[in-house]
């Protein structure tokens, strides 16, 4: 009984993680459309037309933050991350998932963690003065632009903690129909 909730708690965990990726990557992708349409907007009104807007440019800054602060739970999600292990080539297939877990644990938890929790009186503050662009004229509401980046770090918890509970994949030549083995012709 016990192994079945454990089981059924894992799959839900698993999903919700899926589903706050999904919601990460339309918010990331949505950001950068954004900031490719800001930026060729400003570079046309500039050069083309010897105009500007200071708040169509502090857009493309506020879609470039969210752009770069979502993109790391997305990519931690679909296994993107950066790896510098020189050993794992001569290692067993299960050293990359115990080298997960404890990077999980001794560095991804405590540090955005740490991010989460120093950030929040800045935070705090932003929103009770519902701060704006520090350029003269420029666009309101960077208070939600400072509010992604504690959200994107609770999501690098739970994606990594997703990824260490997702079970292991099966080998590509396990695989029913794989021809790639040294066997095939």
């Given amino acids: 009984m016990a192994g079945k909730m454990e089981g059924s708690l894992r799959g839900l965990y ?3 993680a899926r589903a706050l990726d999904r919601a990460a990557l339309v918010l990331c992708g949505t950001a950068g459309i954004l900031l490719v349409v800001m930026v060729l907007v400003n570079v046309v009104l500039r050069y083309g037309f010897g105009m500007g807007s200071i708040k169509m440019q502090d857009l493309a800054g506020y ?5 770069v602060i979502t993109s790391l739970p997305v ?25 997960d877990a404890v990077a ?4 991804l938890i405590p540090m955005f963690g740490l991010i989460v929790w120093a950030g929040w009186g800045d935070l705090a503050y932003s929103w ?3 701060e704006g662009s520090m350029t003269p004229g420029g666009l309101g509401g960077l208070y939600l632009v400072r509010t ?3 959200m994107a770090a609770a999501l690098m918890i739970v994606q990594g903690i997703a990824v260490v509970l997702t ?5 590509a030549d396990l695989l029913p129909g794989n021809t790639m083995s040294g066997d095939a012709a």
């Fill in 14 to 16: 698993i999903t919700l």
């Fill in 63 to 67: 879609a470039f933050a969210v752009f």
């Fill in 75 to 99: 990519c931690l999600a679909r296994g993107g991350h950066v790896r510098v292990e020189v050993f794992s080539e001569r290692m067993p297939p299960g050293y990359l998932r115990a080298a």
């Fill in 104 to 107: 999980l644990v001794l560095f």
């Fill in 128 to 130: 009770q003065v519902r």
């Fill in 148 to 150: 992604v980046l504690p």
């Fill in 167 to 171: 079970p292991p994949a099966p080998p």
